[in-house]
């Protein structure tokens, strides 16, 4: 049964930092495009980042450029997302994922496989 287990979320103030990590059982898992989405209450799921095969290319959604890092790690079928510099924008829930297909892709239709999301809350 494939899984997808993100961990990290809490509360933090504005400025600080957070690191999500997302542990799957997906094998051979550098056969999966990876990608982390957010939905915030009353706001459609929207992507934050995503990941290639091998980790050799990232994307971001431009609310986040220069302050959130996304990398993999596929000898232990885990994915990290360092967030820095939080704004209480950021507040949403938080989504790993995992998409069959070669090259980015910005809908979540096209991610095949998803966690049960981790909150993350930023005050002000």
């Known amino acids: 049964q494939v899984q997808l287990v993100e961990s990290g979320g809490g509360l933090v103030q504005a400025g600080g930092s957070l690191t999500l990590t997302c542990a799957g059982t997906?094998?051979?898992?550098?056969?999966?495009?990876m990608g982390w989405f957010r939905q915030a209450p009353g706001k459609e799921r929207e992507l934050v980042a995503e990941?290639?095969?091998?980790?050799?290319?990232?994307r971001y959604a431009d609310s986040v450029k220069g302050r959130f890092t996304l990398s993999r790690d596929n000898a232990k079928n885990t994915l990290v997302l360092q967030m820095n510099r939080l704004k209480p924008d950021d507040t949403a829930l938080y989504y790993c994922?995992?998409?069959?297909?070669?090259?980015?892709?910005?809908?979540?239709?096209?991610?095949?496989?998803w966690g049960q999301g981790t909150q993350v809350t930023v005050s002000s």
């Open positions: 997906l094998q051979p898992f550098t056969r999966w495009t």
């Open positions: 990941i290639s095969r091998i980790g050799d290319s990232t």
């Open positions: 994922a995992a998409s069959i297909r070669v090259g980015f892709t910005t809908q979540s239709a096209d991610y095949d496989y």
